[in-house]
């Protein structure tokens, strides 16, 4: 019975492939590099420095018009976010001067589709994002130095992988140029943002209220590959 239900799905799983084929649709992977920060109305936004994370997954490409002119391509990636912290010297709570080091790193699994436009192997590309928060990694030191003098002091960040403040769910949008070879290999380079604030409206405390206001952006470079239908 086991082996029954195996070859089943095996048959299913051809049948399923060779009809995607048979209508054009395509497979593909993607990999690249996030260069993201944040956007929105920042308090201290100097602190805030640019970061790098990678990005990769899958691709499903859905022909609109059978010349490959038009299609639509929904996308499943892995997708690294955050920022660094510039040892930039800001005031803090009751006056005393704070510097920040480190960085934080938000994982989040993206879903992009997209409505792709190619023309003589240029790619036009753009459509709405969901992204969900997988974990992030919090790896900041604060000094801090008393307003009226004394003796600096460092505390390093707590809970480091804790996202109970933050919000999981993400609506974005997605908008990139690039190109695409006949052989499916294609290179692309995309801006994404995002329309709502990743922390959550009741957390005041998160980088001491800084980032209350704060939403995702990236700007992404990446490599792709369709592989072939016929």
């Known amino acids: 019975m086991k082996k029954t239900a195996i070859v089943a799905a095996a048959l299913l799983a051809t049948a399923a492939v060779s009809s995607a ?7 593909g992977l993607r990999a690249g590099a996030n260069y993201s920060n944040l956007a929105g109305n920042i308090q201290n936004q100097d602190t805030y420095n640019n970061k790098f994370g990678f990005l990769g997954g899958a691709m499903l490409n859905v022909p609109i018009i059978q010349d490959g002119f038009l299609s639509l391509q929904p996308e499943v990636l892995y997708s690294q976010k955050g920022f660094e912290n ?3 010297e800001y005031t803090g709570l009751l006056g005393a001067k704070q510097q920040r080091e480190g960085s934080v790193n938000y994982n989040y699994l993206d879903v992009p589709v997209l409505l792709k436009v190619r023309a003589s192997g240029l790619i036009f590309e753009a459509g709405p994002q969901y992204s969900y928060l997988l974990s992030a990694n919090n ?3 604060t000094t801090t130095t008393p307003a009226l003098g004394g003796t600096p002091t460092t505390t390093e960040s707590q809970n480091k992988t804790d996202i109970s403040g933050l919000n999981r769910n993400e609506l974005g949008y997605v908008a990139g140029v690039g190109y695409e070879a006949d052989n499916g290999f294609s290179l692309n380079l995309r801006y994404t943002g995002a329309f709502n604030d990743f922390v959550k409206s009741d957390n005041g405390t998160y980088f001491n209220g800084d980032l209350k206001n704060a939403r995702h952006s990236a700007f992404q470079l990446s490599l792709g590959y369709l592989i072939p239908s016929k």
Do not use: D, F, H, S
Not at 21 to 27: K, M, S
């Open 86 to 88: 510039k040892p930039t």
């Open 21 to 27: 084929r048979a209508q054009g649709i395509r497979l």
């Open 139 to 141: 790896q900041t030191k």
